[in-house]
């Protein structure tokens, strides 16, 4: 009797369990130089985690993965944990959205998380770990503009320099904010390779890195504001303790610092002297109009190539059009830019490209044309004017060909052959002289009878889709099947994440092999898949490949690996899938 109730018990607890999925924090405030863990709990064994996005924090470790299981007086306990170590970016009250995960095709969500973050705090140090220096005086983020009064469409430059002490040193830094260039044309120089120097900065001598090149073009006057680039850094410290070798011992660091907003005062170009086909050219340049020939046969083309060449905003004008007599037919130009960018502005050449074809014999002139620009050295307009081209044409039709002469009153008009049938219609509109009734036709019957040949096939659907939908176990191992590929696709589009793509991989394996050996999330054991796969006669190297690949997913998630080594990973997947495909009966 007494065993009885034990069992009935034991019974009544596992019917009373509850399933929980929560998120817990190590604290609920925090200093914006600390770090937060968040642990999202749950005490059964879900699939398809979902982690929240994290908004207003920055992910610096995570995520790790705790499975555990205990027996304890009889009664067994699990719990799955997923970890993750955040670094919040902004003071203020930020909240962590919900997790989802899934269990038995239910979905579950941890409640939202609410966070205050409040200024930087001072950490409690051992007084012999406590760093010598502080960064505050030691690093510094600098924007060196080389003009802050340009005219508009003059070149600035601005680069942004890292300056940083011999006390300290410093390991890597990330983007918080990124400069922002509203009303300028910008593009950044790229940097190949950071590369260390050494200058006087504050009448100190510094280390320091360049960090980003960028060059504007300023595109209307008045008060033009930069926005600042700021950066997130991993600061080295001295401290007071040495090593056993005598070293001084280094403590890691957060530094964030900004450039600051950088006001450019943009002076309009002057009225003066404008002249009205100034198109907005900057710069000092030189104008030329060329065509390819000025003697053409008749059918021949010639191009004509208007161009400029110097140095100012290339790219930020547009050349003037020749004026051809109607003789000429003019097509539209093809328009061609050879241009660098360097911290010196925009320098090069622009050309339109136009395909001129005579239509009559004679001699053609293309008008003089007239550049303008505004010259940055003497600060006036400057004009060039190229030389008037004259076309011959050297036979042909000519242009009185097209006129047709009058003839005397007393003669006969004179019908070309062309003309004489140019009364009769070439196009008709035939109506059928007798037209079929619908009634009693082929298309009347087909319609009549249509809706009662369907029936049968209608009856057919309906039972063939109550037959799938009551074959629950068929539909689980195609569900299955299709979060199996899902996560396959999914995996190959994060090929270049590493951690999602190790998650998804992971997915597609385990939901590849539900539907194969129509199991449970709860018998996904290593030693339950080695017995179900050897019983269905699976090859033993198969079996092996399977399980190290899923065990490796877990670990290759935090381990350095390459792209080679993701992608290789991959097609292993692909291979393995293939093979149980093929082997499972």
């Not at 070149?155 to 890292?162: E, G, Q």
């Not at 889709?465 to 999914?490: H, P, Q």
């Not at 709860?522 to 490949?545: C, E, F, G, P, W």
């Amino acid at each position: 009797m007494k065993r009885f109730v034990i069992i009935l018990f034991l019974i009544t607890q596992s019917l009373l369990a509850q399933i929980q999925f929560e998120a817990k924090v190590s604290k609920t405030t925090l200093g914006l130089n600390e770090r937060l863990r968040i642990d999202f709990v749950m005490n059964m064994d879900g699939d398809n985690f979902s982690q929240p996005s994290f908004d207003g924090f920055r992910v610096v470790a995570g995520p790790s993965q705790q499975v555990s299981q205990s027996w304890v007086n009889g009664r067994s306990s699990f719990e799955k944990i997923y970890s993750y170590y955040l670094l919040p970016m902004q003071k203020g009250n930020i909240i962590i959205k919900q997790a989802t995960i899934e269990y038995n095709g239910q979905i579950y969500k941890t409640n939202p998380v609410k966070i205050s973050v409040t200024n930087a705090v001072q950490e409690a140090r051992d007084p012999n770990d406590a760093p010598q220096i502080s960064a505050d005086n030691n690093l510094y983020l600098v924007a060196d503009i080389s003009k802050t009064n340009p005219y508009i469409n003059e070149p600035i430059t601005v680069v942004y320099k890292l300056y940083f002490s011999y006390n300290i040193g410093i390991s890597n830094w990330r983007e918080l904010d990124k400069p922002k260039y509203n009303d300028f044309w910008s593009q950044n120089i790229d940097i190949k390779e950071l590369v260390g120097e050494e200058g006087m900065f504050k009448g100190e001598k510094y280390r320091f890195v360049v960090l980003r090149k960028t060059v504007l073009y300023p595109q209307k006057s008045g008060k033009l504001v930069i926005e600042p680039l700021s950066l997130d850094i991993d600061v080295q410290l001295p401290t007071n303790r040495r090593d056993m070798f005598g070293r001084v011992v280094v403590t890691n660091a957060n530094k964030r610092v900004s450039a600051g907003a950088k006001t450019i005062a943009v002076k309009a170009l002057p009225e003066a002297g404008k002249p009205a086909d100034f198109s907005g050219a900057v710069g000092k340049f030189d104008f030329k109009v060329i065509p390819s020939k000025t003697n053409l046969k008749n059918g021949e083309s010639l191009d004509l190539v208007v161009s400029v060449t110097g140095k100012g905003n290339m790219k930020l004008f547009n050349l003037p059009k020749p004026v051809v007599p109607n003789s000429l037919e003019m097509y539209d130009p093809v328009h061609e830019e050879k241009v660098n960018t360097n911290l010196a502005g925009m320098s090069g050449k622009i050309a339109d490209k136009y395909t001129i074809i005579p239509q009559f014999k004679g001699n053609y002139p293309i008008k003089p044309m007239q550049f303008t620009y505004f010259d940055l050295g003497s600060g006036t307009y400057k004009t060039i004017t190229s030389p008037e081209i004259m076309i011959n044409v050297m036979d042909g039709p000519s242009a009185n060909d097209q006129v047709a002469s009058t003839t005397p009153q007393n003669s006969k008009n004179i019908i070309s052959g062309s003309e004489q049938f140019k009364y009769i219609k070439l196009k008709t509109d035939l109506i059928a002289m007798k037209e079929n009734d619908f009634f009693g036709s082929n298309t009347f019957y087909t319609l009549l009878f249509f809706p009662f040949l369907m029936l049968p096939l209608i009856v057919l659907f309906k039972k063939k889709k109550e037959a799938i939908d009551s074959d629950v176990f068929g539909n689980r191992i195609k569900m299955n099947n299709r979060l199996a590929k899902k996560y396959l696709s999914e995996a190959k589009k994060q090929i270049n994440n590493k951690e999602p793509f190790y998650v998804a991989l992971e997915k597609a394996m385990h939901n590849f092999l539900k539907a194969k050996l129509h199991i449970e999330t709860s018998d996904m054991s290593k030693t339950n898949i080695q017995q179900l796969l050897a019983s269905r006669t699976v090859n033993a190297q198969t079996i092996i490949d399977f399980i190290t690949l899923t065990e490796n997913c877990e670990l290759a998630r935090y381990a350095p690996s390459s792209s080679a080594e993701i992608q290789k990973d991959f097609e292993k997947a692909v291979e393995i899938i293939s093979d149980l495909e093929k082997q499972i009966s």
